[in-house]
């Protein structure tokens, strides 16, 4: 349902990685590990051309795109087939919880105010937030602002939910509703790719864990066969760390 084949990105020069694939059926949820600037970020970023490929093709659904070549209509098709939380929640400060949820049904799939509305608060009442509905950004703690981050991604309706390291800018005391919402999620069986450094996270939710380090993807597998018995030295020191 979403491939990756020979993504290449590099900026001015220094190349991040290269000839990256990487494929997930319907309903599979992987973790990305790896230390800091191996290119996790830049990785899920040109999923939805945050940040453009330098080559490779991407598919997520019925759409394929070859990265070389993407109109300005691919790039747009290939956000709405894809969602993104961001690692500081990228709310918009002038709008309530509710109007940030609404806010791509209106715009994106332009839907009636009235229909957007009726459906955030839907979401709102899954996220745990239904009396929060017309709070803005700056009065939620910082697990409720990740949580309509989450509502958000949820709003869009995406193939997929790409997750950059989302609870790495909570207080300890909101990781843990943040993390129970997106394992919600994931018993649902929403499609995600989720960059975290939350290895609980993976061993309870990951059908499959990828460790990325320099230049690309080291090696990947469930994650029991990953963090036990990890088959490449890199990722045998990096599991010494942070495990
Ligand atoms: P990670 O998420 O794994 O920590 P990033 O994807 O943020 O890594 O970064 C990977 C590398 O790309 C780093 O060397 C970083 O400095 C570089 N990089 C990321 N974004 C940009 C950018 N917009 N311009 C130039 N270099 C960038
Ligand atoms: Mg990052």
New binding site residues.
């Given amino acids: 349902m979403i491939s990756l084949q020979g993504i290449t990105?590099r900026?001015?020069g220094?190349t991040?990685?290269k000839d990256i694939d990487l494929s997930l059926a319907q309903g599979e949820i992987i973790v990305i590990i790896?230390?800091?600037?191996?290119?996790?970020?830049?990785?899920?970023?040109c999923i939805n051309f945050l940040?453009r490929p330098d080559a490779g093709r991407l598919q997520v659904g019925d759409l394929s795109v070859d990265t070389q070549h993407a109109s300005r209509a691919d790039i747009l098709a290939l956000r709405r087939h894809t969602a993104f939380v961001f690692q500081n929640y990228g709310l918009f400060a002038n709008k309530t919880a509710l109007e940030n949820i609404s806010e791509g049904m209106i715009v994106v799939d332009k839907l009636p105010k009235t229909k957007a509305h009726a459906r955030a608060r839907e979401i709102l009442e899954r996220i745990g937030l239904a009396d929060k509905a017309d709070a803005y950004p700056a009065s939620l703690s910082g697990g409720q602002q990740q949580r309509v981050g989450i509502g958000r991604a949820m709003a869009a309706n995406a193939d997929v939910i790409l997750f950059?390291?989302p609870t790495s800018s909570l207080d300890p005391q909101w990781v843990e509703e943040v993390l129970s919402l997106m394992k919600q999620l994931a018993v649902e069986r929403q499609t995600m790719i989720v960059?975290t450094h939350e290895m609980q996270f993976a061993r309870d939710v990951a059908d499959r864990v990828v460790f990325?380090d320099e230049g690309g993807i080291v090696e990947q597998a469930p994650p029991e066969e990953l963090f036990t018995a990890p088959k490449d030295d890199r990722t045998r020191h990096f599991l010494r760390k942070i495990l």
Wanted: glycine residues 14%; aromatic residues 8%.
């Fill in positions: 990105k900026f001015s220094h991040v990685f790896g230390p800091s600037g191996t290119g996790k970020s830049t990785l899920l970023r940040e950059d390291e960059v990325m």
